[in-house]
T-cell receptor
Framework: KQEVTQIPAALSVPEGENLVLNCSFT??????LQWFRQDPGKGLTSLLL?????REQTSGRLNASLDKSSGRSTLYIAASQPGDSATYLC????????FGAGTTVTVRA | DTAVSQTPKYLVTQMGNDKSIKCEQN?????MYWYKQDSKKFLKIMFS???????INETVPNRFSPKSPDKAHLNLHINSLELGDSAVYFC??????????????FGEGSRLTVL
């Protein structure tokens, strides 16, 4: 059974700092991994999808890496802004998506 | 134009009642899902349908019955509601399933409170 862990559970940084969010999964036989953002009281918004054959994926200030063999993915957010404050979830797809509990990020102005 | 819309947004009901949540997607996706997010914010899949066919049915009490009349709609009916059913229920859709699952798009959620 796939288990996904996200560390840390919460993170608070001053504006402008780079963010590093970690995701680990127990079964490396995944097809892809997705990162999502969830704002309070809202649904999830897809940020990046990395296929199992890819090492990284970039979109604007966001960069996600995937090391399938070690069961890890990292989401980097450059030059953080207060608008980046949200909960970030990763989900590993090994036929169905298994979600981590998320990292709640606060960016202080 | 909302991509994945679910109604109602809030439901407050008594134990033992039956309730339904509706979901519609206008993205042309062939796969739809129901997820449950509990009070600890943990998101867990309940059901998945591909082209109206059930493909994932997690260990969910049979009081929960999904129905997909067409590939753009996936409804969730819950019988004999219990206190533990209180949660936020999310509908989502994607193109493809299993190894070819694309990005998931989520609705805003339906917050169910059972008193």
């Amino acid at each position: 059974k796939q288990e996904v862990t996200q560390i840390p559970a919460a993170l608070s940084v001053p504006e402008g700092e780079n963010l590093v969010l970690n995701c680990s999964f127990t079964d490396s036989a995944i097809y892809n991994l997705q990162w999502f953002r969830q704002d309070p009281g809202k649904g999830l918004t897809s940020l990046l999808l990395i296929q199992s054959s890819q090492r990284e994926q970039t979109s604007g200030r966001l960069n996600a890496s995937l090391d399938k063999s070690s069961g890890r993915s990292t989401l980097y957010i450059a030059a953080s802004q207060p608008g980046d404050s949200a909960t970030y979830l990763c989900a590993a797809n090994d036929y169905k998506l298994s979600f981590g509990a998320g990292t709640t990020v606060t960016v202080r102005a | 134009d909302t991509a994945v819309s679910q109604t109602p947004k809030y439901l407050v009901t008594q134990m033992g009642n039956d309730k339904s949540i509706k979901c519609e997607q206008n993205l042309g996706h062939d796969t739809m899902y129901w997820y449950k997010q509990d009070s600890k914010k943990f998101l867990k899949i309940m059901f998945s349908y591909n082209n109206k066919e059930l493909i994932i049915n997690e260990t969910v009490p049979n009081r929960f019955s999904p129905k997909s009349p067409d590939k753009a709609h996936l409804n969730l009916h819950i019988n004999s509601l219990e206190l533990g059913d209180s949660a936020v229920y999310f509908c989502a859709s994607s193109q493809g399933q299993g190894s070819s699952t694309g990005e998931l798009f989520f609705g805003e959620g339906s917050r169910l409170t059972v008193l």
